[in-house]
């Protein structure tokens, strides 16, 4: 099935309401005027975007820690560890306890959020040499905004007493159903497509212009928006 067809089928049943769109619309706006007005490249939003994943991943895995509720849908088999009172493996003085069985049933996405991360930063540029004054605001903006998202669903209130470790662990899983869609469906048509202008019109490599990550960054904006607007976007109930 194209992508096409699958919008298709898929947009009408499962769009949400204007307000899910707001925050990836924010974000990506703020990457492109980022892009304009700083001659960010390639490498630059590599690394933004490998941080990103790297930020949600260490504060929604970090928050999977202390969510006591048990779950069921995610097993392939029964535990009967779900069926018990959670155990605290560790206490920390006005702290929620992190549980043992969360630790457990976080370590996969750890190991695939490690893996990730460290090949994508083997594949961009030295961080040295593109963490300039306008990256690193770019990456304490990411941090704050992901900051607000774990108070907002987990900390406010003590959310985290009624959701399941499962619920934490959605928010790091989106970016990377993100990167498959962005790697198959941006990446490399769009990469095969500049460099066949580059070869037919031989052009210097070293003359193509920085807005040419423009014609990365809007695709990976719609598809970030997409998802973020529509269910695969976990929307949690507030208590």
Same mark, same amino acid.
């Given at each position: 099935m194209s992508l096409w067809t699958h919008l298709c089928e898929y947009l009408p049943e499962h769009v949400g309401k204007p307000s899910d769109y707001i925050p990836a619309l924010v974000l990506n706006a703020a990457l492109v005027a980022g892009t304009v007005a700083f001659g960010w490249n390639i490498g630059e939003l590599i690394l933004l975007y490998v941080l990103e994943i790297v930020v949600i991943n260490i504060l929604f895995i970090g928050t999977a820690f202390f969510t006591p509720?048990?779950?069921? @849908?995610?097993?392939? @088999?029964?535990?009967e560890q779900w069926d018990e009172e959670p155990t605290p493996l560790i206490k920390l003085p006005r702290l929620p306890p992190i549980y043992r069985r969360n630790i457990r049933f976080a370590a996969k996405q750890i190991v695939v959020?490690?893996?990730?991360?460290?090949?994508?930063?083997?594949v961009a540029p030295p961080l040295g040499s593109i963490l300039t004054l306008s990256t690193g605001t770019a990456i304490i903006g990411v941090g704050i905004f992901q900051l607000s998202r774990v108070w907002r669903h987990f900390i406010a209130d003590q959310r985290y007493q009624n959701r399941t470790p499962a619920e934490a662990l959605k928010f790091g899983f989106i970016p990377l159903s993100e990167l498959y869609l962005i790697l198959f469906y941006v990446f490399i048509p769009v990469t095969f497509i500049i460099v066949s202008v580059v070869i037919a019109m031989d052009i210097d490599g070293y003359s193509i212009p920085h807005f040419v990550s423009l014609a990365y960054l809007i695709p990976i904006g719609v598809i970030r928006v997409y998802i973020q607007g529509t269910d695969w976007h976990p929307h949690l109930r507030e208590e």
């Amino acid at each position: 099935m194209s992508l096409w067809t699958h919008l298709c089928e898929y947009l009408p049943e499962h769009v949400g309401k204007p307000s899910d769109y707001i925050p990836a619309l924010v974000l990506n706006a703020a990457l492109v005027a980022g892009t304009v007005a700083f001659g960010w490249n390639i490498g630059e939003l590599i690394l933004l975007y490998v941080l990103e994943i790297v930020v949600i991943n260490i504060l929604f895995i970090g928050t999977a820690f202390f969510t006591p509720q048990p779950i069921r @849908e995610h097993l392939r @088999e029964p535990d009967e560890q779900w069926d018990e009172e959670p155990t605290p493996l560790i206490k920390l003085p006005r702290l929620p306890p992190i549980y043992r069985r969360n630790i457990r049933f976080a370590a996969k996405q750890i190991v695939v959020t490690t893996t990730l991360a460290g090949g994508l930063f083997v594949v961009a540029p030295p961080l040295g040499s593109i963490l300039t004054l306008s990256t690193g605001t770019a990456i304490i903006g990411v941090g704050i905004f992901q900051l607000s998202r774990v108070w907002r669903h987990f900390i406010a209130d003590q959310r985290y007493q009624n959701r399941t470790p499962a619920e934490a662990l959605k928010f790091g899983f989106i970016p990377l159903s993100e990167l498959y869609l962005i790697l198959f469906y941006v990446f490399i048509p769009v990469t095969f497509i500049i460099v066949s202008v580059v070869i037919a019109m031989d052009i210097d490599g070293y003359s193509i212009p920085h807005f040419v990550s423009l014609a990365y960054l809007i695709p990976i904006g719609v598809i970030r928006v997409y998802i973020q607007g529509t269910d695969w976007h976990p929307h949690l109930r507030e208590e």
